[in-house]
């Protein structure tokens, strides 16, 4: 059983940087590959970020590639979400997740509120 808890969201204006949070609980966090997801009202989740255990590997949504970096310390089992150059449409809630790499994502945590005005 794995337990996140996002944290670092807030109000920022268009241009502005955000860093996310998202501390894990268990002992086997370094296995798990993690990803950060989105959802803005009216829409769908979708996907921003994903990292593979030992951090060597990333994979980002075009519509935030170039401005979002995702990175991991195992050591404080800890994914973040740096988030720079931040648009009006990056409003949404973000999420983290964990799962290993043949079963997908498995744990989620509650979200943190990002919202950025023009």
């Known amino acids: 059983q794995v337990q996140l808890v996002e944290s670092g969201g807030g109000s920022v204006q268009a241009g502005g940087s955000l860093r996310l949070s998202c501390a894990a609980s268990?002992?086997?966090?370094?296995?798990?590959?993690m990803g950060w997801f989105r959802q803005a009202p009216g829409k769908e989740r979708e996907f921003v970020a994903r990292?593979?255990?030992?951090?060597?590997?990333?994979l980002y949504a075009d519509s935030v590639k170039g401005r979002f970096t995702m990175s991991r310390d195992n050591a404080k089992n800890t994914v973040y979400l740096q988030m720079n150059s931040l648009k009006p449409e990056d409003t949404a809630v973000y999420y983290c997740?964990?799962?290993?790499?043949?079963?997908?994502?498995?744990?989620w945590g509650q979200g943190t509120q990002v919202t950025v005005s023009s």
């Open positions: 997740a964990a799962g290993l790499p043949t079963r997908g994502y498995e744990y």
């Open positions: 268990g002992r086997t966090f370094s296995t798990y590959v």
């Open positions: 990292i593979n255990w030992s951090g060597g590997s990333t």
